[in-house]
C-alpha cells in the first residue's frame, strides 16, 4: 500500500475573499496550517501577498515550499445580465490568475506543489438523463466554453499535481439560495422552466471539506464537487418552500427567464439538465456530511 500524503503544513490561496475561500481559511487554520492569500491590492498583514498588479506574473518564490495553491478567482456567475463586456470579464477574471499561477509552477519544476484550480459543473452543459462522471465529455453552453479555458488554463503547470474543481451551485443563503431566499419569502417561488431539469448542487461544508480532501490526498484531474443524490430544480425549491412554509406554485418559464437574464445565462445555468456524479470525490475516501438537498437547505437555512 503506498504511503499517506503528508500533512499539510503551507497552502496558498488566491481568490480567498469570495464565501468558499474564506471558509477555507478558517478551516485550515484551525487545523494548524499556515495559510498565504494572493491579493488584488496592496498586502496589508504578513500573510498576504500583492499579485497582479502591474503585470500577469506571480513570482515562483511566492509558492516555492508550499505543499499546495488553490486559485478560486473569477467575476460571479450571479450577476446579470451578462452582456458582451461581462462575458469577457467571467472569462478573463478566471484565466489569467489561472495562467499565471501555472506558469510559477511551471518554473519551479519537480518541487512545485500541488494546483488545485477551480472550475464548475458547468462545464457539462446539459445532458438530460445521462449521469455525468469526470469522463463525461465537455457540453456546448457559454459556461461549458469558459470552463475548458480554464481547466486549459490550469493544465499548464508542469510538474505539478493538478485538480480541477468542478463545483457545483453552492446551497447557501450567498450561494445559488440568495436569489430564491426572497422570491420565496415573498410567496412567489415556483419551477424555474420545466422544473424537471437536475441540478448540480453542495453544502458549503461539504465544498470546503471536499477541497481540503483533496489537497491531503493524491487525486488529480477533474473532480466533481456535487452532492451524491440527484436533484432536481423543483426538489430544491420545493425542500426552501417547505422550510420556510411558503408555497411553490408560480413558474418562471423560458421564454421569460431568456428575455431578462439573456439565453448564455439562462442555458447554462437554469434551464441546463445535468446530474453530477462525484465519482472521483467518493472513490477517494470522501463522505458527504448533506447527502441530500433537502439535508443541505436545512443546514443552511433556519425553519420558520
Known amino acids: 500500500m503506498p504511503d499517506a500524503p503528508p500533512a499539510l503544513r503551507r497552502v496558498v490561496i488566491a481568490g480567498a475573499s469570495g464565501l468558499i475561500g474564506t471558509t477555507l481559511t478558517e478551516r485550515l487554520r484551525s487545523d494548524g496550517v499556515e495559510v498565504t492569500h494572493l491579493v488584488r491590492r496592496p498586502a496589508a498583514t504578513a500573510d498576504e501577498v500583492e499579485w497582479l498588479s502591474d503585470d500577469d506574473r506571480l513570482d515562483p518564490a511566492v509558492l516555492d515550499g508550499a505543499d499546495a495553491v488553490v486559485c478560486l478567482n473569477g467575476a460571479s456567475i450571479g450577476r446579470f445580465p451578462w452582456t458582451p463586456s461581462y462575458r469577457h470579464t467571467l472569462l478573463w477574471s478566471r484565466v489569467v490568475p489561472t495562467r499565471a ?98 441540478w448540480g448542487w453542495i453544502s458549503l461544508e461539504d465544498e470546503v471539506r471536499a477541497i481540503h480532501h483533496v489537497l491531503g490526498t493524491d487525486v488529480e484531474g477533474p473532480v466533481n464537487l456535487s452532492g451524491p443524490e440527484r436533484a432536481t430544480a423543483n426538489d430544491l425549491g420545493f425542500a426552501l418552500a417547505r422550510r420556510m412554509n411558503r408555497p411553490y406554485l408560480l413558474r418562471a418559464p423560458e421564454w421569460g427567464l431568456k428575455l431578462v437574464l439573456g439565453k448564455d445565462a439562462t442555458e447554462s445555468l437554469l434551464t441546463a439538465d445535468a446530474h453530477i456524479v462525484p465519482a472521483a470525490l467518493e472513490a477517494s475516501g470522501f463522505a458527504f456530511t448533506h447527502a441530500t438537498v433537502e439535508e443541505a437547505v436545512a443546514a443552511a437555512v433556519p425553519a420558520r
Open 101 to 198: 499561477i501555472a506558469s510559477a509552477l511551471r518554473e519551479l519544476g519537480a518541487d512545485a506543489p500541488a494546483f488545485a484550480s477551480a472550475s464548475a459543473v458547468g462545464y457539462y452543459g446539459s445532458a438530460p438523463g445521462v449521469p455525468l462522471d469526470e469522463s463525461a465529455p465537455r457540453g456546448e453552453t457559454f459556461l461549458a466554453d469558459i470552463c475548458g479555458e480554464w481547466e486549459g488554463a490550469a493544465r499548464h503547470s508542469g510538474d505539478a499535481r493538478v485538480v480541477h474543481l468542478r463545483t457545483a451551485p453552492l446551497i447557501h443563503p450567498e450561494g445559488v439560495l440568495k436569489p430564491l431566499l426572497l422570491l420565496t419569502a415573498l410567496g412567489v417561488s415556483g419551477p424555474v422552466g420545466r422544473g424537471t431539469q437536475a
